[in-house]
């Protein structure tokens, strides 16, 4: 399995109208959540993020918001920042246009939000410039990252997925882990110390709603 655990300049450069990282000086870290709201993930990352005060942003996929209500108040109910990760987890590139939009706008009634995250971060062009549309959200943003835990990753063992953040994560960082039960394995390991490990750095984490 090939990814970018760090998302190289020149990526960044060629889609600069998307969010990748957030330009501060403070120690800051935005740690996001994508897939849930999951029975047992979620819940795992809510109880963690309290003991630290740590904000998160959280790109929930529709369909998982309609299982599991109760979950989704909670995340809010907890001052956390949710996104739009459509409602089926479409790729972009496989998917027609009309149809990924017309999912994009399922999730949309169930979450409100201008933050959208594309699944496995592909998109096309005629959906990216649509989405606020899609959302009804005219200054939607489409959210990427800057550090990609690897937590998804089933060849990776859990000091490597710990060493993919503690070593990439800066100030300013959008970190990428998974609220799912595939993820489950490494993120029950890797998010604690990544909490514990920053905290120690002086670093606090934030919800990306708030830095606009």
């Not at 399922?106 to 409100?112: C, G, T």
């Not at 990252?145 to 300013?172: H, I, P, R």
Request: net charge positive.
């Amino acid at each position: 399995m090939r990814y970018f655990v760090k998302t190289p300049w020149w990526l960044k450069k060629i889609y600069p109208s998307y969010t990748w990282d957030i330009k501060t000086n403070e120690k800051i870290l935005y740690l996001t959540f994508d897939d849930g709201p999951h029975e047992q993930a979620t819940i795992f990352v809510l109880d963690e993020l309290k003991k630290y005060n740590a904000k998160a942003t959280f790109f929930c996929i529709g369909k998982n918001v309609a299982a599991h209500p109760d979950i989704y108040k909670r995340i809010s109910d907890e001052g956390h920042a949710v996104g739009n990760h459509t409602c089926h987890h479409l790729n972009g590139w496989k998917t027609r246009d009309e149809e990924y939009l017309k999912d994009v706008a399922d999730a949309a009634r169930l979450i409100n939000t201008f933050l959208f995250r594309p699944p496995y971060g592909r998109i096309r062009s005629f959906q990216a410039k649509n989405i606020g549309k899609a959302m009804k959200q005219p200054l939607a943003k489409i959210i990427m990252w800057d550090v990609l835990s690897g937590d998804f990753d089933t060849m990776l063992t859990k000091e490597e997925c710990l060493q993919n953040v503690v070593l990439n994560a800066k100030k300013g960082s959008v970190v990428v882990f998974h609220d799912s039960q595939k993820a489950f394995r490494l993120l029950e390991f890797v998010l604690p110390r990544v909490l514990d490990f920053f905290t120690a750095e002086g670093y606090r984490f934030q919800a990306l709603l708030e830095s606009d």
